[in-house]
């Protein structure tokens, strides 16, 4: 068999999978839900700049400022009188970015402390795991709070300071399927024919605990976007970045609640709950989807 | 295993857990970037000389491991720095808040199980109907809320606009009331905003995990030997079903007490509560660093021990666990 008919092979394989999973998917009505609200959100992140007109951004003198909605401002103007609907559009961007390359970060490391420990047990596993606890245990909020107080206010500290710190749960589920999936035979097979550690890991392991770590990246996005929100708001945020939670902290800090300045503090806030509601749906259905025990069950 | 053996590995176990943590929390804000005398001083114009004996005079000049030494004979005397702020010791500051908190979480937790459980139970009794579908959706939507949103919202409403509570503290210092109901009543107003908005954000997930627990209890075998036993549907749900499905509901406390510390920090911050919390955001807008890692250390070895008590209370309760 040459190389060029297995490549052949295996993406018919692959297209033969995503088809089927998603017939299963789309029958799913919260999966789909969840998939649109994401999409916009998508779009809307990466039209953003061409959608807004940047001069509404700047400050628009002293007349329009908490301003409420009006026919040329549809979700009125903060107290530099700046146009909301432009901030949350062009928000959507910095706030998806910093929760998915968080996300990107906590799932590498949660898959391989996951594999690693489950693949070579004992020692190795006693000490990943007893950290892995450490990190499970020790309350998220202030350990973000700490870390981002101490390397100082920047996207990359605080995609740095979420990603470090919401793996665990991650690589507890790893390494629970890649103990089932090591006494598998094709492992011992690859073992018999001589291919090392890495190579068993990577080509025969990886793959079969793949289905669970794209599930778990879903509600590992979810818990990012909230983290992103939550640190900006109590002030970790890069004052020179407009997202979701920027805004929010702005809004606070300027007195908007006092103002009773509704237009201000809704927006942003909304936008935040239906991205982590769309992840959380799409979670869910992929669930569904990935694990047959529960499709059953439910019918 | 045996219950004492059981305790004495749980016990080695959160000790480790605490030490390393006691490690991190040194190492954390030494190994971060900045000098920590110049983060001290504040007084970028000061002398080589001056520098040197204020190093001195804060052991700085030692090596790392004697300084984590020092830091480790301190802590045990009870000794967590002076704050840079209130030019007071940290343990002082942090006592002080720590009732405050400790009122606001207890409420709401009991509130939030209560209430959660009930509607769990309800939920799960009643699956598949448009009442259980209705409030799974909300118990999802309160689940994606940042929890300081949820209270800004609420102090909107409530405070702003309809002006039924007060918009934030813990009452007027200083006030003379008329009587000790006057002091109770206005006492539970300024609670009563916090502690509602607290519950909202907890009980989405008591409400999730009864309710799948109870529909798990519910397919056993031994609800339905008590069913053809002639248990009344009441029996059932009480005796029966209750007391296994509420064994999710203990590990979820537990394993909640790090979101609870994280909702505390939103709640006081936006109630102006003045707990751990708001002291936590007050150190951090300050740079308070001694604070900061004081308060740190002791929220998360509070939670450790938490967790610690809920392992061996989970063990007790289910007598499945002892085999």
């Known amino acids: 068999m040459n190389s060029a008919l297995v490549k052949k092979d295996t993406f018919a394989l692959w297209k033969k999978n995503l088809s089927s999973f998603w017939s299963i998917y789309r029958q799913n009505s919260m999966g789909l839900i969840g998939m649109v609200i994401l999409l916009i959100f998508a779009l809307m992140a990466i039209l953003g700049p061409y959608l ?62 996951g594999i690693v420990s489950g693949f070579y047990g004992r020692v190795v596993d006693a000490l990943l795991m007893r950290f892995t606890d450490v990190f499970l245990v020790i309350p998220w909020l202030p350990l973000m709070l700490v870390m981002a107080a101490l390397l100082g206010p920047s996207l990359g500290n605080i995609i740095f300071v979420i990603g470090i710190t919401s793996w665990a749960g991650t690589a507890r589920i790893i390494r629970s399927q890649t103990l089932s999936v090591k006494e598998r035979p094709y492992v011992e097979r690859a073992r018999a024919i001589g291919s090392g550690d890495t190579h068993i890991m990577f080509y025969h392991i990886l793959p079969n605990v793949f289905p669970l770590i794209f599930a778990n990246t879903v509600l590992v996005a979810a818990v990012a976007i909230l983290s992103e929100t939550t640190l900006s708001f109590l ?58 025990k529960l499709r059953r069950r439910d019918q | 295993m045996n219950m004492r053996g059981y305790l004495l590995r749980k016990f080695i176990q959160a000790s480790i857990t605490i030490f390393i943590v006691v490690f991190m929390n040194f190492f954390l804000f030494r190994i971060m970037p900045g000098d920590p005398i110049r983060v001290l001083i504040r007084n970028p114009k000061i002398s080589a000389d001056a520098l040197e004996r204020v190093r001195e005079q804060f052991g700085l000049n030692e090596s790392r491991l004697v300084q984590f030494w020092i830091y480790l004979r301190d802590l045990f005397s009870g000794d967590l720095g002076t704050s840079f702020n209130y030019r007071q010791p940290v343990w002082d500051i942090v006592m002080e808040r720590v009732p405050a908190t400790v009122l606001l979480i207890g409420t709401a937790t009991v509130l939030s199980i209560i209430i959660g459980v009930l509607l769990g139970v309800i939920f799960a009794w009643k699956r598949g109907t448009r009442v259980d579908i209705v409030g799974l959706s909300v118990s999802l939507v309160l689940y994606s809320m940042p929890t300081f949103w949820v209270a800004i919202i609420m102090v ?10 007060p918009l934030g503290g813990m009452g007027m210092p200083g ?35 009864m309710r799948s627990s109870l529909l798990e209890v519910m397919r056993e075998d031994y609800m339905l030997t008590a069913r053809a036993k002639g248990v009344n549907n009441r029996n059932l749900l009480l005796k029966h079903a209750l007391p296994n499905a509420m064994l999710p509901v203990v590990t979820l406390i537990a394993i909640n007490l790090g979101f609870i510390v994280g909702g505390t920090i939103q709640i006081e911050t936006v109630f102006s509560w003045p707990g751990l919390g708001r002291l936590m955001y007050t150190a951090l807008t300050n740079r308070d660093y001694p604070v900061l890692q004081g308060l740190f250390l002791l929220i998360t070895i509070a939670v450790i021990g938490a967790n610690f008590c809920a392992d061996i209370l989970y063990r007790y309760l289910d007598p499945r666990v002892k085999s």
């Not at chain 1, 970015?97 to 906590?106: D, H, Q």
């Not at chain 2, 009587?179 to 989405?204: C, D, H, K, N, V």
């Open chain 1, 52 to 113: 807004v007109d940047i001069t509404i951004m700047t400050v628009d003198g002293v007349t329009q400022v908490i301003h409420p909605p009006t026919s040329e401002y549809w979700l009125g103007t903060d107290d530099l009188g700046k146009d909301i609907l432009a901030g949350v559009i062009v928000g959507s961007r910095v706030s998806l970015m910093v929760g998915l390359a968080a996300t990107a970060i906590s799932m590498v490391i949660g898959t391989v402390v």
């Open chain 1, 235 to 292: 002030g970790m945020g890069d004052p020179t970045q407009v997202t979701w939670g920027m805004m929010l902290h702005f809004a606070f800090s300027m007195g908007a609640v006092s103002f009773g300045a509704w237009w201000w503090l809704l927006p942003p806030g909304i936008c935040v709950v239906l991205v982590v509601l769309s992840f959380t749906f799409i979670g869910y259905a992929l669930d569904e989807v990935l694990n047959p």
């Open chain 2, 156 to 165: 909107m409403i409530f405070a702003v606009y309809w002006q039924i509570f």
């Open chain 2, 175 to 209: 006030t003379f009331y008329a009587s000790a109901w006057a002091e109770l009543t206005s006492q539970l107003r300024y609670m009563f905003l916090p502690t509602i908005t607290f519950t909202l954000i907890l009980i989405g997930e008591y409400v999730l995990i």
